[in-house]
């Protein structure tokens, strides 16, 4: 069974950074391709960016309101995935989600998430 | 950027009754080659993570019951829930994941019992 655990979350104020980590257990983390997704109070969904596996040089994309600011990377021997955020503004407020894409097509899709850890922006 | 516009916001339905919701992307979500439309339903129940539905606009994902069935016409989505239960009730995302980031998902549709 797959589970990924989020974790790192808290309060902190604007302009500040926090670092979230998400630990992978009951899959080859290596071969994951891995997203954060967020979602702030009340609001829907939000994809925030990726990172690609080794083989492709774990490349990263990113969605345009937090590029520059944060920065995802993995550890396939730690099967960790992290989130590096900086100059975090009030409205990066939110539950963030490490998530799996899923293989071939349905590789983009979440198929697996973690419980979300809850980062809270506020002076 | 794809946009995915989901509509109705919200619904009530009775038990037993059909619920049916769409989702509408902003371009073509088809990728020829294997003629499937990169498009995934995602169920939301307050306090929990999302859980996939469908991918590639109509494959139910392992374990999803069989009431949940999604379709495609062109650039709109329909997710199908054939005979509503207690335990649907949540919040519904439609997401396209076609050629490049950024993924987006819809707004939601919000599904209670009538």
């Known amino acids: 069974e797959v589970h990924l655990v989020e974790s790192g979350g808290g309060l902190v104020k604007p302009g500040g950074s926090l670092t979230l980590s998400c630990v992978a257990s009951?899959?080859?983390?290596?071969?994951?391709?891995m997203s954060w997704v967020r979602q702030a109070p009340g609001k829907g969904l939000e994809w925030v960016g990726r990172?690609?596996?080794?083989?492709?040089?774990?490349?990263?994309d990113y969605a345009a309101p937090v590029s520059g600011r944060f920065t995802i990377s993995r550890d396939d021997s730690r099967n960790t995935l992290y989130l590096q955020m900086s100059s975090l503004k009030v409205e990066d407020t939110a539950v963030y989600y490490c998530?799996?894409?899923?293989?071939?097509?349905?590789?983009?899709?979440?198929?697996?998430w973690g419980q979300g850890a809850r980062v809270t922006v506020s002076s | 950027d794809v946009v995915m516009t989901q509509s109705p916001d919200s619904l009530a339905v009775s038990l037993g009754e059909r619920a049916t919701i769409n989702c509408r992307s902003s371009?073509?979500?088809?990728?020829?080659?294997?003629?499937?439309?990169?498009l995934a339903w995602y169920q939301q129940k307050p306090g929990q993570p999302p859980r996939l539905l469908i991918y590639?606009?109509?494959i139910r994902q392992s374990g999803v019951p069989d009431r949940f069935t999604g379709s495609a016409s062109g650039t709109d989505f329909t997710l199908t829930i054939s005979s509503l239960e207690a335990d649907d009730v949540g919040v519904y995302y439609c997401?396209?994941?076609?050629?490049?980031?950024?993924?987006?998902f819809g707004q939601g549709t919000r599904v209670e019992i009538k």
């Open positions: 990172i690609k596996i080794r083989p492709l040089g774990m490349a990263t």
């Open positions: 590639s606009a109509s």
């Open positions: 997401q396209h994941y076609y050629s490049r980031p950024p993924w987006t």
């Open positions: 371009q073509s979500l088809l990728y020829t080659p294997n003629n499937k439309n990169y």
């Open positions: 998530a799996t894409e899923g293989y071939g097509p349905s590789l983009g899709a979440f198929e697996f």
């Open positions: 009951g899959l080859t983390f290596s071969n994951a391709w």
